[in-house]
């Protein structure tokens, strides 16, 4: 079964999970942190009808093609997020 991708804006993201700081975070600050908790900024790999990269934050713990983290005060509970 394939879970289904909720898709929100930056703005809806902040406001409803609370990013604890703006500043990205990298390995080392979200190490110990309850997975739940975690978000992960990415380069998808492709780029925008104007040429750029497309960039995402998307819920949970990931490493390929990993920009930096995130930590929310408020749980995905592990459901598939993409923040644009």
Do not use: A, C
């Not at 975070?25 to 110990?32: H, I, M, P």
């Not at 934050?57 to 995905?76: A, P």
């Amino acid at each position: 079964m394939t879970k289904e991708t909720i898709k929100l804006s930056y703005g809806e993201w902040v406001d409803q999970y609370k990013p604890t700081t703006e500043d990205p975070l990298q390995w080392g600050d979200v190490r110990g942190t309850e997975l739940k908790f975690i978000w992960t900024r990415i380069d998808t790999g492709e780029e925008d009808d104007e040429g750029f990269s497309i960039i995402l934050i998307i819920s949970g713990l990931h490493v390929v093609n990993r920009l930096d983290y995130f930590i929310t005060e408020i749980s995905h509970d592990h459901k598939h997020i993409e923040v644009d």
